[in-house]
């Protein structure tokens, strides 16, 4: 099973986050409540659900329970603490799959700016059921970027035999997180690599900037546009491998002088 290796750099904001954590959810009352041991005995799939969260990225973040399914973190008993929740199958819930783009945008607006572009996206204002943000992204594992959850996702609808007439193009999603996962591979070899024997010229500059357009493209998946994406894959992996055979052959040409 593959999954991307992101670059350095493209990390840090992440580690950054999480050391904000503590200050934050000291006094968060649905953390000290779903913690607790008594809390378990009575509640056990809502504590094996805080359990997730503990290993999440919304819990390196700082986002607590209340920043997504509303409620009052400084309320001390149970029923003041859940006032205004709705269950998920409300259509006024924050988490109701057609709230989702608007709730989740809260804090992911660049996501949000590709999925309103999405068909996807058209679906869900449409009135129809259709993909929407916990489909992929499930909320306590960020994990899409497994080839066999994005091939299984697709093929719910994506399949021979589906009623809309949807185009099959589960196999073509898949070979586009397979590009994501190359180009995600060269450019952290491209650090490890320069870091090692030096940078020529540019070269640093170039990495950045090819770091850059890779977030991008990741934002972009969000379109759900398969062919875009996929050539901007392989432009990126040309370009870094314009740089490896230039850097190859300066390594080259100075041992020739130095022999």
């Not at 509640?43 to 969260?53: E, F, K, V």
């Not at 185009?167 to 952290?188: D, K, R, T």
Request: net charge negative; with cysteine; glycine share 6%.
């Amino acid at each position: 099973m593959i999954r991307f290796r992101f670059p350095r750099q493209l990390l840090l904001s992440g580690a950054c986050m999480a050391l904000l954590t503590p200050a934050i959810a000291a006094d968060n009352q649905c953390i000290g409540c779903h913690q607790d041991s008594d809390f378990y005995a009575r509640y056990p799939r809502l504590h094996a659900y805080y359990q997730d969260w503990l290993q999440s990225p919304h819990k390196m973040a700082g986002a607590t329970c209340d920043d997504c399914h509303g409620g009052n973190p400084d309320a001390q008993s149970m029923d003041e603490a859940h006032s205004g929740v709705l269950p998920v199958s409300d259509e006024q819930s924050l988490l109701h799959f057609r709230q989702q783009p608007d709730t989740c945008g809260g804090c992911h607006a660049d996501k949000q700016a590709q999925f309103v572009q999405s068909k996807h996206y058209e679906a869900l204002t449409g009135e129809r059921a259709a993909p929407t943000c916990t489909t992929c992204h499930p909320a306590m594992n960020r994990r899409p970027e497994y080839r066999s959850i994005v091939l299984n996702a697709c093929r719910n609808c994506h399949d021979e035999g589906n009623s809309g007439n949807l185009p099959l193009i589960a196999e073509q999603a898949e070979s586009v997180f397979q590009q994501l996962n190359i180009a995600s591979g060269f450019l952290g070899w491209a650090n490890i690599y320069y870091e090692s024997h030096g940078w020529p010229d540019d070269s640093a500059t170039q990495v950045r900037e090819l770091e850059e357009r890779y977030r991008l493209v990741l934002d972009q998946v969000h379109k759900f546009d398969m062919n875009e994406t996929e050539d901007a894959m392989r432009e990126i992996q040309g370009e870094l491998r314009e740089m490896f055979d230039t850097a190859r052959l300066i390594k080259k040409q100075e041992a020739e002088a130095g022999s």
